[in-house]
């Protein structure tokens, strides 16, 4: 997308029959580099072996934006690898690479199921606030934290870092069937929603049905986004009749302890007067308590 707006024709052809189902959830910026290495902060790859995922992939597009935005110039044909993010770890681990750059949102599993010998030999790049370079990066990202909490095993500190948006997306179908289709997914999404949200990846707290305005190029698809509308104003009404049940009860029991104050209170004073003027109180106590 930034590539388009940029001026990018190719970028452009891409992205135009592309149509957003929904924002999603903000997804880390990693750096990885082998302990052992001088590199301490992200400005400093300039000119370094790095992989950027694979050929085509929004991980590898992200990051040759990111290097352009940072360097002024895009990654040299000899330094620009393409590995998936398995492979970008074992080829960095036996210094076939310095650098390997993955987009997961933290906890990433990919991560957290490392042998735990392998990840003491890799440690992440942090961001430098005060870096020209960071400055430039930030006109297009935002600034992220690679929590301590989400990888106690590997990192000691937190680790300031970038963040990309993810979004959920599809294409322009015309199909009735694959219309169709498409719009049942939209219906289990909103059904299953709250459970995601319960259950799910922590990513998915994140995660919002509403549909914000688009940025210049963007395009909800029609058939989703119209039963995703008429999923949040059900659950939007519901929520209302639930809100509003609950001030009716407490509403009537308020009220209702009015009259049980004042008929216990009539009780009593009937009570007292029975047994006032009776021969056998007793008695008169039993049918009233009876009462």
């Not at 400005?43 to 694979?54: A, F, L, T, W």
């Not at 993010?85 to 933290?106: M, R």
């Not at 500190?157 to 009735?176: C, M, Q, S």
Request: hydrophobic share 35%; charged share 25%.
């Amino acid at each position: 997308m930034d590539m388009a707006t940029s001026g990018n024709a190719e970028a452009a052809r891409i992205i135009q029959p592309l149509r957003l189902i929904m924002p999603l959830y903000d997804e880390e910026i990693y750096f990885v580099v082998r302990s052992d290495s001088p590199l301490k902060t992200i400005n400093e790859i300039k000119g370094k072996n790095i992989s950027v995922g694979p050929i085509g992939s929004g991980i590898a597009q992200s990051a040759e934006t990111f290097y352009r935005l940072m360097f002024g110039e895009p990654i040299a044909e000899a330094n620009e690898q393409h590995f998936n993010n398995e492979d970008s770890l074992a080829k960095l681990i036996v210094k076939k690479i310095d650098v390997a750059v993955i987009i997961a949102g933290q906890p990433a599993k990919l991560f957290q199921d490392m042998n735990p010998e392998l990840l003491q030999q890799i440690k992440l790049l942090r961001l430098d606030p005060s870096a020209p370079e960071t400055a430039r990066a930030k006109q297009t990202y935002f600034p992220a934290t690679i929590r301590t909490t989400s990888y106690p095993n590997w990192i000691t500190e937190d680790t300031p870092t970038l963040t990309v948006k993810a979004f959920l997306v599809t294409y322009n179908y015309g199909l009735r069937g694959t219309a169709g289709a498409l719009t049942k997914f939209a219906d289990s999404l909103c059904t299953n929603f709250d459970q995601l949200q319960a259950s799910g990846h922590p990513k998915w707290k994140q995660v919002h049905l509403e549909r914000p305005s688009l940025t210049k190029g963007w395009k909800y698809y029609p058939p989703m986004e119209k039963r995703l509308r008429s999923c949040i104003a059900q659950k939007t009404a519901a929520a209302q009749r639930s809100q509003d049940g609950a001030q009716r009860v407490s509403a009537r029991s308020a009220t209702s302890m009015r009259p049980s104050l004042a008929s216990g209170t009539a009780r009593r004073r009937r009570r007292y007067c029975c047994c006032a003027i009776s021969k056998r109180p007793t008695r008169v106590y039993r049918r009233d308590s009876v009462a």
